[in-house]
């Protein structure tokens, strides 16, 4: 294949960016990197009512967040512009026109309730609810002269020939849409805006576009596509439609199974490397059936065969193991640049510490959580300004023995000298206390835990001890103290 590929991922701004759209614009940016060749970001912006400058731009940061950028689009330029079809219009126009000239268009006067009076008959009649064709031989002076009058008219595409089509489809083979399956479709509404269907297009065959790899649900749309690619005698591209992506439960992905948008994930803590990875698996699987891929690496494996038609399930389990992964490869200091943010939310506590602290807390941290926000409850514990018995403490702290051994560890611990109490010191003291105390079992290192983190269970305490400095272990025991009866 050529370095002449183009691809285009083309949302609609009226939301976020959807597992399943970053689905898309991952595998066409893999199938231009694959084959040398440019990926286009176009807005479809033609949904007046519900489309906004402000989800656009939450659709891009999360695209950029991602790494996916555009060689061509908003913000970047090109030389098949605008990049957004509402500054597109008179080239809708004039494209509508050329073909309302050849006698393959027409404007069409009936209001919605006459249409929608229509569609109701010929489906109570058991016929397609498509048009009747009540404007089709309109005379062109009558035209002209309701146009004059501010009458305003959609365009309809005129189906002269029904015949069958067919698709030969990147990922599903042989397509075949029978005669007969849509009534003349509306190209342009009478406002002027453009429908889906004719300026996609329009704005594919003027921007190069050589593949076209979208979601299953446009299959549907192909069959009118086609029509308007064989009236302007236009090369239609590839078509590659991918499977739908579905929840646990087999139905279709969306709120009701959790987070399911990009931002939503990134806000949870996801790394985008983790993301990509698993995203690629939705209908995708490498030669080798690797599943942890640097991204250069899928670009590299990715073609259109590797693709599957059957339906992807989406697991979250997977998905957090996967990014565990990716946490558990980063090196200490890049896993902290990318904790700190979450950290710093809930206060400063730990923008002035040692990088031997961090590697250590890292590293003694980094097996407990697997996504950045599940780290932020663990690194708290070391925070003295989130310090506090918590109920199930204030339970331990009733047994008859706690106060003791809170009491031995706060002794113990004033009889040092060291800035820093080390794992193998700690284990030495532990036997000390359980000796001077005679308490041993559940009753000493849950009071002990208490006196450390504030409640009876958690991480090692021969993991946490290191990382608290003398001083913060010795006022937490002494807050523990006050609350022993």
Same mark, same amino acid.
């Given at each position: 294949?050529?370095?002449?590929? #183009?691809?285009?991922?083309?949302?609609?701004?009226?939301?976020?960016?959807?597992?399943?759209?970053?689905?898309?614009?991952?595998?066409?940016?893999?199938?231009?990197?694959?084959?040398?060749?440019?990926?286009?970001? #176009?807005?479809?912006?033609?949904?007046?009512?519900?489309?906004?400058?402000?989800?656009?731009?939450?659709?891009?940061?999360?695209?950029?967040?991602?790494?996916?950028?555009?060689?061509?689009?908003?913000?970047?330029?090109?030389?098949?512009?605008?990049? #957004?079809?509402?500054?597109?219009?008179? &080239?809708? *126009?004039?494209?509508?026109?050329?073909?309302? $000239?050849? %006698?393959?268009?027409? =404007?069409?006067?009936?209001?919605?309730?006459?249409?929608?009076?229509?569609?109701?008959?010929?489906?109570?009649?058991?016929?397609?609810?498509?048009?009747?064709?009540?404007?089709?031989?309109?005379?062109?002076?009558?035209? $002209?002269?309701?146009?004059?009058?501010?009458?305003?008219?959609?365009?309809?595409?005129?189906?002269?020939?029904?015949?069958?089509?067919?698709?030969?489809?990147?990922?599903?083979?042989?397509?075949?849409?029978?005669? %007969?399956?849509?009534?003349?479709?509306?190209?342009?509404?009478?406002?002027?805006?453009?429908? =889906?269907?004719?300026?996609?297009?329009?704005?594919?065959?003027?921007? *190069?576009?050589?593949?076209?790899? #979208?979601?299953?649900?446009?299959?549907?749309?192909?069959?009118?596509?086609?029509?308007? =690619?064989?009236?302007?005698?236009?090369?239609?591209?590839?078509?590659?439609?991918?499977?739908?992506?579905?929840?646990?439960?087999?139905?279709?992905?969306?709120?009701?199974?959790?987070?399911?948008?990009?931002?939503?994930?990134?806000?949870?803590?996801?790394?985008?490397?983790?993301?990509?990875?698993?995203?690629?698996?939705?209908?995708?699987?490498?030669?080798?059936?690797?599943?942890?891929?640097?991204?250069?690496?899928?670009?590299?494996?990715?073609?259109?065969?590797?693709?599957?038609?059957?339906?992807?399930?989406?697991?979250?389990?997977?998905?957090?193991?996967?990014?565990?992964? =990716?946490?558990?490869?980063?090196?200490?200091?890049?896993?902290?640049?990318?904790?700190?943010?979450?950290?710093?939310?809930?206060?400063?506590?730990?923008?002035?510490?040692?990088?031997?602290?961090?590697?250590?807390?890292?590293?003694?941290?980094?097996?407990?959580?697997?996504?950045?926000?599940?780290?932020?409850?663990?690194?708290?514990?070391?925070?003295?300004?989130?310090?506090?018995?918590?109920?199930?403490?204030?339970?331990?702290?009733?047994?008859?023995?706690?106060?003791?051994?809170? %009491? $031995?560890?706060?002794?113990?611990?004033?009889? *040092?000298?060291?800035?820093? &109490?080390?794992?193998?010191?700690?284990?030495?003291?532990?036997?000390?206390?359980?000796?001077?105390?005679?308490?041993?079992?559940?009753?000493?290192?849950?009071?002990?835990?208490?006196?450390?983190?504030?409640?009876?269970?958690?991480?090692?305490?021969?993991?946490?001890?290191?990382?608290?400095?003398?001083?913060?272990?010795?006022?937490?025991?002494?807050?523990?103290?006050?609350?022993?009866?």
């Amino acid at each position: 294949m050529s370095e002449k590929v #183009r691809v285009r991922f083309a949302p609609s701004p009226t939301g976020y960016l959807h597992v399943g759209g970053a689905r898309s614009v991952l595998f066409n940016w893999l199938f231009a990197r694959h084959h040398g060749g440019k990926f286009i970001l #176009r807005i479809e912006d033609t949904d007046t009512a519900r489309s906004t400058r402000e989800f656009e731009e939450m659709q891009k940061q999360d695209i950029k967040w991602l790494g996916l950028n555009w060689d061509e689009g908003p913000d970047v330029g090109g030389d098949y512009g605008p990049y #957004r079809q509402s500054e597109r219009r008179s &080239i809708y *126009k004039e494209y509508s026109d050329k073909l309302i $000239a050849g %006698g393959q268009a027409y =404007y069409c006067f009936c209001t919605d309730a006459e249409l929608e009076a229509k569609k109701q008959a010929a489906m109570k009649a058991g016929r397609p609810p498509q048009y009747d064709g009540k404007c089709r031989h309109l005379p062109p002076a009558e035209t $002209a002269l309701k146009l004059k009058a501010g009458e305003r008219g959609a365009v309809r595409f005129w189906i002269k020939n029904l015949k069958k089509y067919t698709l030969d489809d990147l990922i599903r083979g042989q397509v075949e849409f029978q005669e %007969g399956m849509v009534g003349d479709f509306v190209i342009l509404r009478s406002d002027g805006m453009p429908v =889906y269907n004719f300026c996609c297009v329009i704005d594919d065959h003027l921007m *190069k576009i050589t593949h076209v790899l #979208r979601a299953e649900e446009h299959l549907s749309n192909t069959v009118r596509q086609l029509m308007l =690619y064989e009236a302007y005698g236009w090369n239609i591209p590839r078509f590659g439609h991918m499977s739908v992506v579905l929840g646990p439960d087999k139905q279709k992905l969306s709120k009701r199974h959790g987070a399911t948008s990009v931002n939503d994930y990134r806000l949870n803590g996801y790394l985008k490397e983790a993301i990509n990875n698993y995203i690629s698996l939705l209908g995708w699987s490498s030669p080798d059936s690797r599943e942890i891929l640097h991204i250069d690496e899928m670009a590299k494996l990715f073609t259109t065969d590797r693709i599957n038609v059957a339906p992807a399930v989406f697991d979250g389990v997977k998905l957090k193991w996967m990014n565990s992964v =990716y946490l558990r490869n980063l090196d200490h200091q890049d896993l902290w640049t990318l904790l700190l943010p979450f950290l710093r939310a809930d206060g400063p506590d730990f923008d002035n510490v040692s990088v031997q602290w961090i590697n250590n807390a890292v590293g003694a941290l980094k097996t407990s959580f697997e996504t950045l926000v599940e780290a932020i409850p663990l690194f708290k514990t070391l925070s003295d300004s989130n310090f506090s018995v918590e109920p199930e403490g204030v339970e331990v702290l009733a047994w008859p023995t706690s106060k003791s051994v809170v %009491g $031995a560890w706060f002794s113990t611990l004033n009889g *040092k000298s060291e800035e820093f &109490i080390s794992d193998v010191s700690f284990n030495e003291i532990q036997k000390q206390i359980q000796t001077s105390c005679g308490v041993k079992g559940k009753e000493f290192f849950q009071a002990l835990r208490v006196a450390i983190v504030g409640k009876p269970h958690g991480t090692e305490l021969k993991q946490l001890v290191p990382l608290l400095s003398r001083a913060s272990l010795m006022n937490r025991a002494q807050k523990t103290l006050e609350q022993c009866p």
